[in-house]
């Protein structure tokens, strides 16, 4: 028996099947991974973080997004949708999405901690 092989994508076939999508999905080595359902905690968590920030990081001219900004990780070329991210000194942007994070903020959960601490 032989195993199926894998098909790969390219950024921009990706970028077009996001922007259909009705699910968001990460984009890894030319694969696409639709992203799990949160739970009540995650989403407290997640909205939590960027409220203890805020007061701190505005006053110093940093941003905030949360779970609906995509980033580009450019030296990867990975596609994430990160639970918090802040950005110093404005954004930049590349095909509605973020190319210049400071930090990246991942709220673990049982399901995916493993993953989200991998490569």
């Keep these: 028996m032989s195993a199926i ?6 950024p921009s076939q990706y970028l077009d099947t996001e ?4 699910i968001r999905h990460e984009y890894i080595n030319g694969e696409m991974y639709a992203m799990a359902g ?6 407290q968590i997640t909205l939590n973080v960027p409220l203890a920030l805020a007061a701190h990081l505005y ?3 940093y941003d905030i997004y949360t779970t609906e900004m995509r ?5 990867t070329g990975a596609y994430f949708y990160p ?8 954004k930049e942007m590349d095909a509605q999405t973020l190319i210049n994070p400071t930090v990246i903020i991942e709220i673990l959960s049982d399901s995916t901690a493993n993953y989200d601490r991998g490569g």
């Design 59 to 61: 006053a110093k001219g």
């Design 71 to 75: 980033v580009k990780l450019v030296p």
């Design 38 to 43: 949160a739970t009540p905690d995650h989403i």
């Design 5 to 10: 092989p894998k098909t790969y994508i390219s």
């Design 83 to 90: 639970d918090v991210v802040i950005v110093c000194g404005g």
């Design 19 to 22: 922007a259909e999508s009705t």
